[in-house]
């Protein structure tokens, strides 16, 4: 994570590009494998981690473009979870990381966006692409899930697109340090890529570099 006056100009600046209206960032949830409990590696979404920071399944945050405020939505973890986790921080303590001074238990969000969308106002989100999303999606606003990618908001997407092109400099950092596990991984194809030795082994030595500095690939190997 960057410092919170990252996140923070971030959130600013989203907001004055869109100018009006309820501004909804989704993260992503956990993927169950073959039984709930049994995820596939996380990935949050990217646009969530842009403006709000963290890495963690389950969460949601609203800007309110017109009044300015922010609040990150989500809930605390159980004892259950602390018991394979341990100890976590709050909801209210992961939003003052990133300098959102409200923070509510995820079922919060209905009543928040059904408020707005009674008073007539602007609700704008990304066209989400996970299924689960665009369900969440049709329970807030009563947009049928499939219909969702359409009614996506142009003016986010677009303040969006207009931020995350221009790169700052901690990105530039980390996309130097991303590069340097990079070309580590092409490397190593290239001094294991002899007769005798399968794609599959290759792929799994190159998936294996990326998982022990705690990444991930940013599509499936390709490797023919």
């Not at 993260?27 to 963690?56: C, I, L, M, W």
């Not at 969000?109 to 009674?118: H, N, Q, R, T, W």
């Not at 022990?212 to 490797?223: C, D, E, K, N, Q």
Request: aromatic residues 8%; charged residues 25%.
């Amino acid at each position: 994570m960057f410092d919170s006056l990252t996140y923070q100009n971030r959130r600013k600046a989203l907001r004055e590009k869109v100018g009006h209206g309820i501004i909804l960032i989704l993260g992503n949830n956990e993927a169950p494998a073959n039984y709930p409990d049994n995820t596939y590696k996380f990935r949050q979404d990217s646009s969530f981690v842009y403006f709000f920071g963290h890495s963690h399944p389950g969460f949601a945050g609203v800007i309110d473009a017109d009044s300015h405020e922010e609040c990150l939505f989500g809930d605390d973890v159980d004892m259950d979870d602390i018991i394979w986790m341990g100890p976590q921080p709050s909801v209210k303590e992961l939003a003052a990381q990133v300098g959102v001074a409200k923070s509510c238990p995820f079922a919060k969000l209905k009543e928040v966006i059904g408020k707005a969308i009674s008073q007539r106002r602007k609700i704008h989100f990304l066209p989400p692409y996970r299924y689960d999303n665009m369900l969440l999606v049709e329970d807030l606003t009563g947009i049928r899930a499939s219909m969702t990618p359409k009614h996506a908001s142009l003016e986010l997407i677009k303040a969006v697109v207009d931020l995350r092109s221009v790169k700052e400099p901690c990105e530039i950092a980390e996309i130097d340090r991303a590069c340097n596990v990079g070309y580590e991984m092409h490397t190593a194809a290239m001094r294991l890529c002899k007769p005798g030795v399968s794609e599959q082994y290759i792929a799994g030595v190159l998936d294996g570099i990326a998982a022990s500095y705690g990444r991930m690939v940013s599509f499936a190997t390709i490797l023919t």
